[in-house]
């Protein structure tokens, strides 16, 4: 048995566990929008995502996004949406990245799928500091209406959360106020550049 399908049996065994001990009329309602298998694959790809951010997991977790939706909110929040990462110190984009500028920013990686934060200092973190031919970049995202598909623990229902944290013991889940958002292409303002 491989790795992945032992976790996804464990996943799916507590889930189905959960799922037992719910009233009648809860059960009804679960089932309008999760079964255990589909909840419990939904488990497994967000932790794909969350621990490599790959394209084929994020295609994945978007096959729930319709009962994501009755869980999350997927709305872009009102408060800020940062992206920390580095580019090497002669990238072309670095011409154009000064604190304010307005860019647009193309998502080649991941298959258009990117991994956001509404925390500043994680995207500081992600950012990292000045050292040697990398340079850190931060961005707001600017664009009104992305593509979310996973919103942060924060804008997610608490029977979510507890039930994700069960199953997985909170796997890369609760530190980072992550978003995930689907684009080809996004714009964004400057926050900072770490020369």
């Known amino acids: 048995m491989s790795d992945q399908t ?3 049996k464990q996943i ?3 889930v189905q566990a959960y799922y037992a001990i719910l009233k009648p009329d809860q059960q009804a309602y679960f089932l309008q929008y999760w079964t255990p298998q589909t909840l419990a694959d939904c488990f497994y790809w967000m932790r794909q995502w969350y621990k490599a951010w790959t394209g084929g997991a994020a295609r994945h977790v978007q096959v729930h996004r319709d009962a994501l939706q009755t869980c999350m909110r997927l709305d872009r929040p009102k408060t800020p949406i940062y992206r920390g990462f580095k580019l090497a110190s002669n990238h072309p984009s670095l011409v154009h990245c000064v604190p304010g500028a307005t860019v647009l920013l193309p998502v080649q990686r991941n298959q258009g799928h990117s991994s956001w934060t ?9 950012s990292g500091a000045k050292r040697g031919q990398l340079v850190g970049v931060i961005l707001e995202l600017l664009d009104t209406h992305p593509a979310i598909f ?3 623990p ?3 229902d608490r029977w979510f959360n507890a039930l994700y944290d069960h199953c997985l013991s909170g796997a890369y889940r609760r530190t980072e106020s992550e978003y995930a958002i689907a684009g080809e292409q996004f714009t964004v303002r400057v926050v900072a550049v770490k020369r």
């Open 150 to 152: 996973l919103a942060p």
């Open 12 to 14: 799916l065994a507590s």
């Open 6 to 8: 032992q976790k996804q």
């Open 118 to 126: 509404g925390d500043l200092r994680v995207a500081q973190r992600f």
């Open 154 to 156: 924060e804008r997610t």
